[in-house]
């Protein structure tokens, strides 16, 4: 069982830059991908980006590629979400999300979610 706790949300103005963390409890966390979410109000929860388990490969999605780098610390249990650039349509819940096997890009592939934290971005 992985448990996950998302942290480094906030209130920035447009073109400031924030890092999310994932920090995550459990053996089994250096095996895991490990996703990224976003769910504004309104709208589908969706894909932002992904990492696998040993950091090498990653996905994004085309609205934060050059903007958004996703890291992750193993020995720390920890995935990173650095977002520079940020633009109000960033604003949402982000949520990080792990599955064992390769990275994914849709909700349903994921097995164990974090409660989520707050972006806001003004203009």
């Known amino acids: 069982q992985v448990q996950l706790v998302e942290s480094g949300g906030g209130l920035v103005q447009a073109g400031g830059a924030l890092r999310l963390a994932c920090a995550a409890s459990?053996?089994?966390?250096?095996?895991?991908?490990i996703g990224w979410f976003r769910q504004a109000p309104g709208n589908e929860r969706v894909f932002v980006a992904a990492?696998?388990?040993?950091?090498?490969?990653?996905r994004y999605a085309d609205s934060v590629k050059g903007r958004f780098t996703i890291s992750r610390d193993n020995a720390k249990n920890t995935v990173y979400l650095q977002m520079n650039s940020l633009k109000p349509e960033d604003t949402a819940v982000y949520y990080c999300?792990?599955?064992?096997?390769?990275?994914?890009?849709?909700?349903?592939?994921?097995?164990?979610w974090g409660q989520g934290t707050q972006v806001t971005v003004s203009s």
């Open positions: 459990g053996r089994t966390f250096s095996s895991r991908a």
């Open positions: 990492i696998g388990s040993s950091g090498i490969i990653t």
């Open positions: 999300a792990g599955r064992g096997g390769p990275i994914a890009t849709m909700t349903n592939e994921y097995n164990y």
